[in-house]
């Protein structure tokens, strides 16, 4: 089964992924997050793997813009409504190979998922 590779295609850390896996020869498809959405029982389903904590990003611009409501009390149903809205807020890249799910790129971690 091909991988899905999720993320935004302006993003630095997306970009080097995608050449290390055109470099291996790895066949994947991907999935811009941003322009195509994602589906909540995706994002459901990650949490369940990785946890929300690992999949929200609260480091980039996104977040910083929230207001501090939106930013207080999170746990998993608010996270994903926040993802929901604003795509950005999800970590990447995101890998999913079967069942298997890698959140951020580390060229070690794929090369053993893959």
């Known amino acids: ?17 995608r050449i ?10 991907f999935h811009d997050y941003k322009k195509a959405g994602i589906e909540r029982s995706t994002l459901e389903d ?16 996104t ?3 929230l207001d501090d409501s939106d930013k207080a009390d999170v746990d998993e149903c608010k996270a994903i409504d926040l993802m929901l ?15 298997r799910l890698l959140v951020g790129f580390s060229q070690n971690d794929w090369e053993c998922l893959l």
């Open 20 to 29: 290390w896996l055109t470099g291996k020869g790895i066949d994947y498809s």
């Open 46 to 61: 990650w949490c369940k793997q990785v946890g929300f904590q690992n999949l929200l990003n609260q480091r980039g611009t």
């Open 63 to 65: 977040w910083r813009g």
């Open 85 to 99: 809205q604003h795509p950005s807020l999800i970590k990447r890249p995101v890998l999913a190979a079967g069942k």
């Open 1 to 17: 089964m091909k991988p899905v590779f999720y993320g935004i295609p302006n993003c630095d850390t997306v970009k080097k992924a």
